[in-house]
């Protein structure tokens, strides 16, 4: 295994023996953001604060057609 | 997006980093709404120190409602004046508002590509909107995800060197009950991510 992958691997592990596992938050950060009017976004659930990604980021992905 | 998560093929780990930046974001940003609250009642945490922590706050979902809550994050966070703690970094690293850490972050964040919501009045050195800049960062929602490396620069510069000893002192605080496991989630995640960060170099 390349160095690299070692260390995802130990790293991966880490954060399950951390107890960040799945199981604790999974189906609720999902329901998170679901309540913030954005089911189809699971990963963009933290919309708490405002935040986004500026214009000429989004001129970008429109552009790529993301 | 959905897809875009799946083109940047997020890996599990990241996807739960980025749900616990996510649910730290939400809880410091506003009082827990009913619905919320529904959802943390739920919570079963694994076993060890995080888990327990979950479980004292699923616990504490149950035994709340909104509206005491949002006495309780006035007191905390807002307060007539000041509240009683001021989840500010530029606070936490100069004692003052609106300072050098504020001034660098906002240059951070111009090169990162992220703006605040113009409807948002507050500095973006609050801890909510560091943790959702966390989670954005992780998963992409700001561009393209930034990799493990500067995820660790700007959680270094603008999260680590300060909210550990805030998420301390919400554990800690007198007007803290439902934000009490808050504050021990925050700290042990920190904790967590620091050390994740340290072994991936």
């Known amino acids: 295994m390349k160095q690299a992958e070692v260390k995802s691997q130990s790293r991966r592990d880490f954060f399950r023996k951390a107890g960040l596992g799945a199981g604790a938050l999974g189906a609720t950060a999902v329901t998170l953001a679901a309540g913030r009017g954005e089911a189809a976004e699971p990963v963009r659930s933290a919309s708490a604060a405002g935040y986004r990604e500026t214009d000429h980021v989004k001129k970008y992905y429109e552009l790529a057609k993301f | 997006m959905a897809d ?13 980093r980025v749900q616990w930046y996510a649910l730290l974001a939400r809880l410091l940003g506003a009082s827990p709404d009913r619905e919320l609250l529904s959802m943390l009642a739920g919570l079963k945490g694994n076993e060890g120190e995080l888990g327990e922590a979950v479980n ?9 409602d909104p509206k005491t809550l949002e ?123 620091a050390q994740a960060f340290e072994m991936a170099a």
């Open chain 2, 4 to 16: 875009d998560a799946i083109a940047f093929e997020l890996s599990e780990e990241d996807e739960l």
């Open chain 2, 56 to 64: 004292a706050l699923a616990a504490a979902a149950r035994a709340s």
């Open chain 2, 71 to 193: 006495e309780e994050y006035f007191d905390l966070f807002i307060g007539v004046g000041q509240g009683e703690l001021v989840p500010f970094g530029s606070y936490y690293l100069t004692g003052f508002l609106h300072e050098k850490p504020l001034a660098k972050l906002r240059g951070d964040m111009r090169l990162l590509g992220i703006a605040r919501e113009e409807s948002v009045k507050e500095p973006e050195d609050h801890i909510s909107a560091l943790c959702e800049m966390m989670a954005g960062l992780i998963s992409g929602s700001f561009g393209a995800p930034a990799d493990l490396a500067e995820q660790r620069r700007f959680f270094d510069t603008h999260v680590g060197c300060w909210a550990p000893r805030f998420f301390e002192d919400l554990q800690a605080a007198r007007n803290a009950r439902f934000y009490m496991p808050v504050g021990t989630i925050g700290r042990l995640f920190m904790a967590i991510e």
